[in-house]
């Protein structure tokens, strides 16, 4: 009699909304061939359900709101600077903190001072953004995730995990000179926004300590993964979300966080150190390219969102609703028989368009092919994280190298769509899966050289 009813339901009543329109299929086929294929080109109120991103989509809260309203618009030292400070130091607990604009422009400040040319920077998986601000910066990005990161149907409880051993051999293959920094990214989006333990995350700094190497996290989804921890790793399970941060930071140097997930803002950012002399070289960077260090190219209105947000994401119940909507919706796939990534990640569905689309070559682009289709089916916009995103031409040979995995990333927005909503697209993606056989793949014919999948265009093949 005593016990809480057994799902999590949402921990909010809806105060607003938008309204949003599914336009008729001949329509949705003529608007996808407009934009070369590719769902970036979509205008959003062409779209029906956006899962484009889960990054700068979140609804926010009425005390965020408010907060907006009540803070003052000032140039230096705003009341919304220190509260944001005094969130990150209970939650995050770095020395120093400089806001930024979103997540890639705290990747720029950091990269840009500390890869030089023949530079090496291991992750457990690199995003795209951090990917593209090591390469612009003429250093070398290094995914060095676990093997079974690469196993789409695998389960296990950490398959974000950094190889600790590889990352070893990796640092004495090429010297700790020529690394300036190790990254972890948490949850590791690019492998289907998999969780990483407090255990790897310590044994990934003790080696980053023996080398001498600044160790960072990339902070994006940290409580998305501090809940996962408290779920499935043996001696969380009392933890706060907070405390499971708390220790998970204490491991780093510091981290690069994009507020636009887990501040649950539409924009906003953090750059985090703890060495004063390195953190006096990314101040005066942000000066120079952001703006000055208590504003960081935000309004103080969104600092004042940040500060607010940070507490509503470490809030379990919100969690707990959360996790449990994402895992709804990939059950409704999994019963189905549609190939997703297992277990499902923190932020995310990813669809294997690989074993969805097994008669498509990684050449002919089958995750970018699913996307569009989806779309013409549903009104649904997804997006690839397959051989568009991650494809390499290799500069000697002209020769295609394709992703290792091609994915379809459905992200969820945070406090945005209903299980309802979800239903929805899991339905209009069985339909698609029963006549799979008749989706056709595509031809590239644009890409510009980084963050390519942004404004490639295809043509269909055939
Ligand atoms: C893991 C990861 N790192 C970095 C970023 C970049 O953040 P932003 O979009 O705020 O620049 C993202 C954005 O999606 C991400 O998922």
Known sequence: MDEDPPCHPEPFKIKMIERIHLHPREK????????????????????????????????????????????????????????????MKDIFGFKHYVPV????????????????????VPNNMHFDTTEANILRNKGTPVNLAVEEAYDTAKLAPFKGNMDVSKLEKFIREKTPAKIPVIMVTVTNNSAGGQPVSVKNIRET????????????????????????????????????????????????DGCTFSGKKEALTNIGGMLCAND??????????????????????LACRELEAMARGLYEVIDEEYQAYRHRQIEYFAGLL??????????????AVFVDAGKFLPHIQA????????????????GVRAVEIGSSCFGKTDEKTGEFIPARMELMRLAIPRRTYTDNHLRYVAESLICLYKKRGQIKGLRRVYAPKLLSHFTAKFEPVG
Not at 114 to 119: A, D, L, M, R, T
Not at 334 to 347: A, F, L, N, T
């Open 276 to 297: 004063d002399e390195l953190f006096k070289e990314l101040n005066n960077l942000t000066i120079v390219i952001e703006g000055f260090t208590t504003y960081g190219g």
């Open 28 to 87: 949705r086929k003529e608007l996808i061939e407009k934009s070369g294929y590719n769902v970036f080109k979509l205008k959003s109120e062409d779209v029906f359900i956006d899962l484009l991103t889960d990054s700068g989509t979140s609804a926010m809260s009425d005390s965020q709101w408010a907060g907006m309203l009540e803070t003052s618009q000032v140039y230096a030292g705003s009341p919304s600077y220190y509260a944001l400070e005094k969130a």
């Open 205 to 252: 700094s003790i080696v980053a300590k023996r080398y001498g190497i600044p160790f960072f996290i990339d902070a994006c989804r940290f409580a998305e993964n501090s809940y996962f921890i408290k779920r499935r790793e043996e001696g969380y399970e009392n933890h706060s979300l907070k405390e499971i941060a708390n220790e998970v930071f204490s491991y780093a």
């Open 101 to 120: 604009h979103q997540g890639r422009a705290a990747e720029n400040i950091l990269f840009s001072t500390v890869v030089k040319e023949g530079s090496y």
């Open 334 to 347: 999994r019963k189905s028989g549609v190939p997703i990534v297992e277990p499902p990640g923190g932020h």
């Open 363 to 378: 050449e002919q682009f089958p995750a970018q092919a699913l996307t569009a289709q989806l779309y013409v089916e549903s």
